[in-house]
């Protein structure tokens, strides 16, 4: 199993672009969760997604959007880049609602300018 | 929401246990414990969990008091690998019906010394 993949590893945007950042599991876990991480702080749910077609918001979904089209990949799209998204990115899946435990992948570090 | 307090901060000496504490006063009598480690930039990896008794596994011991309102973590023989931000949580409800977040604070960076 190859668990949480992440791409891209590292990303520069400027101000008001857009992209989207990728997630994958072969773990075939239900429940998957973005999170932001900026330095010096614990992380805060952005997204996540308790199966296929279903997704809910987190403690900070502003600026972001996600979809669930399949149980493997849950997709983050930031809409139109700010500065204050300039943070490491990480993408999270665990078997049950019950969150007993999480596999988390290698993150994304943006940078918006 | 059940919140948690561990220190900022802690050393231990290569070899030695290092046990990290965390309050969890208002957690409710259904919530597990979890801990979580964050190894210099990379996502965080599951430790451990628990709801009452204690709990061990390969990496390490959950000690939860018997009123359930603070926890104790032990890895047993610290090595420098062992340095890492140790997270200590509590679930916590979101909106949607029947789901959960697990919010992750600050945690304890432990340096292991040699």
């Known amino acids: 199993n190859a668990g949480v993949t992440q791409t891209p590893k590292f990303q520069v945007l400027k101000t008001g672009q857009s992209m989207t950042l990728q997630c994958a599991q072969d773990m075939n876990h239900e429940y998957m969760s973005w999170y932001r991480q900026d330095p010096g702080m614990g992380l805060r749910l952005i997204h996540y997604s308790v199966g296929a077609g279903i997704t809910d918001q987190g403690e900070v979904p502003n600026g972001y959007n996600v979809s669930r089209s399949t149980t493997e990949d849950f997709p983050l799209r930031l809409l139109s880049a700010a500065p204050s998204q300039t943070s490491v990115y990480f993408c999270?899946?665990?078997?049950?609602?019950?969150?007993?435990?999480?596999?988390f992948g290698p993150g994304t570090r943006l940078t918006v300018t | 929401d059940a919140k948690t307090t561990q220190p900022p901060s802690m050393d231990c000496a290569e070899g030695r246990a290092a046990n990290l504490p965390c309050n969890h006063s208002?957690?409710?009598?259904?919530?597990?414990v979890y801990w979580y480690r964050q190894i210099h930039s990379q996502g965080p990896q599951y430790i451990i969990h628990?709801?009452?008794n204690n709990e061990t596994n390969e990496m390490a011991s959950l000690i939860i008091t018997e009123d359930r309102k603070s926890s104790t973590l032990i890895l047993p023989h610290a090595t420098l690998r062992d340095t890492a931000v140790y997270y200590c949580?509590?679930?916590?409800?979101?909106?949607?019906?029947?789901?959960?977040?697990?919010?992750f604070g600050k945690g304890t960076k432990l340096s292991v010394i040699p």
């Open positions: 628990g709801l009452k």
């Open positions: 999270a899946s665990t078997p049950d609602l019950l969150l007993r435990e999480q596999y």
């Open positions: 208002t957690i409710s009598g259904n919530e597990y």
């Open positions: 949580i509590v679930r916590s409800p979101l909106s949607g019906a029947g789901s959960y977040q697990l919010t």
